[in-house]
């Protein structure tokens, strides 16, 4: 397995101002990082920041295996769902641009207004079209649990299945996030068990429970994030579960914690090459 870093794990530092994406890229290859994972929230104009981000990637060595998106494609409009669809396919476009073989997507997630079956529906259907394109453009798409539509085990590997055999393509696979899974109240190296056969990609992150935490879960109980391996996620059973699989591709380390990043993100990074 290969060791990345998500620029979500710098959320604070870039909203703050003090980090723009070249910034992030230069930052990962100090602190070790073998590969980013660049996302399109950072963007505010891909035209322009493009180019700086590539002479980065160059100037550091460092590849971008992953690029994500975060998309909802649980809308009652046609017309909203296909623009939830677009923005799948600038990944993709924006994945050939950085040699990025893997963009992270999500499902969607229940509204007001909205049943569980409708949303699953649409769901599927949005993700086959996005496969297509995917497998049109040699890259895979990899589904995060996020979310209560998408987020237990069975859930991922449920809209996946369903998902290759509308498009007629393998394209969608799954991307665990190891943090994920306690906001639905299901231990991470069961959850991953169900869908590690799956796995394009993985999210390596950490949670504890905290009473003034910001994610709550669905029983009620609240969560912070941490560095990685100070926190209740049993990742070496993570880790287990995946090798068991046979999975051998990029986990990338994202860390969603209060501390200052400059200080917890090198600090995740050093933790994660115990586990693996």
Same mark, same amino acid.
Request: with cysteine; aromatic share 10%.
């Given at each position: 397995m =290969? +060791? *990345?870093v998500s620029m979500y794990s710098y959320y604070r530092t870039v909203k703050g101002g003090a980090m723009d994406i070249p910034g992030f890229i230069r930052e990962? =290859?100090?602190i070790g990082a073998i590969g980013v994972e660049l996302l399109d929230f950072f963007y505010t104009d891909p035209e322009a920041e493009r180019p700086l981000a590539l002479e980065a990637l160059k100037e550091t060595g460092l590849p971008?295996?992953?690029f994500s998106v975060a998309q909802n494609f649980a809308k009652t409009s046609p017309e909203e769902r296909e623009k939830q669809l677009g923005k799948i396919k600038f990944g993709v476009d924006e994945a050939g641009h950085f040699g990025a073989g893997?963009?992270?997507v999500f499902a969607g997630d229940v509204a007001e207004g909205i049943t569980f079956?409708?949303?699953?529906g649409w769901i599927i259907e949005? +993700?086959? =079209?996005?496969?297509?394109? *995917? #497998? #049109?453009?040699?890259? =895979? %798409?990899? %589904? #995060? !649990?996020h979310g209560s539509l998408a987020g237990r085990g069975e859930q991922v590997r449920g809209i996946i299945e369903d998902v290759r055999a509308l498009a007629g393509n393998s394209a969608l696979g799954a991307n665990p996030d190891t943090g994920n899974? +306690? %906001?639905v109240n299901q231990p991470s190296h069961e959850a991953i068990r169900e869908v *590690?056969?799956? *796995? !394009?990609m993985v999210h390596f992150k950490d949670f504890k429970r905290d009473p003034e935490g910001i994610y709550g879960a669905l029983n009620g109980e609240r969560y912070s994030g941490t560095a990685i391996g100070e926190g209740m996620v049993d990742l070496h059973a993570c880790i287990a579960a995946l090798k068991e699989a046979g999975f051998d591709g990029w986990l990338s380390m994202e860390y969603e914690g209060e501390e200052d990043p400059l200080t917890a993100v090198p600090r995740s990074l050093a933790n994660a090459r115990r586990y693996i």
């Amino acid at each position: 397995m =290969k +060791l *990345a870093v998500s620029m979500y794990s710098y959320y604070r530092t870039v909203k703050g101002g003090a980090m723009d994406i070249p910034g992030f890229i230069r930052e990962a =290859k100090k602190i070790g990082a073998i590969g980013v994972e660049l996302l399109d929230f950072f963007y505010t104009d891909p035209e322009a920041e493009r180019p700086l981000a590539l002479e980065a990637l160059k100037e550091t060595g460092l590849p971008c295996p992953i690029f994500s998106v975060a998309q909802n494609f649980a809308k009652t409009s046609p017309e909203e769902r296909e623009k939830q669809l677009g923005k799948i396919k600038f990944g993709v476009d924006e994945a050939g641009h950085f040699g990025a073989g893997v963009v992270r997507v999500f499902a969607g997630d229940v509204a007001e207004g909205i049943t569980f079956d409708q949303a699953r529906g649409w769901i599927i259907e949005g +993700l086959a =079209k996005a496969s297509t394109y *995917a #497998e #049109e453009h040699g890259v =895979k %798409l990899a %589904l #995060e !649990n996020h979310g209560s539509l998408a987020g237990r085990g069975e859930q991922v590997r449920g809209i996946i299945e369903d998902v290759r055999a509308l498009a007629g393509n393998s394209a969608l696979g799954a991307n665990p996030d190891t943090g994920n899974f +306690l %906001l639905v109240n299901q231990p991470s190296h069961e959850a991953i068990r169900e869908v *590690a056969r799956y *796995a !394009n990609m993985v999210h390596f992150k950490d949670f504890k429970r905290d009473p003034e935490g910001i994610y709550g879960a669905l029983n009620g109980e609240r969560y912070s994030g941490t560095a990685i391996g100070e926190g209740m996620v049993d990742l070496h059973a993570c880790i287990a579960a995946l090798k068991e699989a046979g999975f051998d591709g990029w986990l990338s380390m994202e860390y969603e914690g209060e501390e200052d990043p400059l200080t917890a993100v090198p600090r995740s990074l050093a933790n994660a090459r115990r586990y693996i």
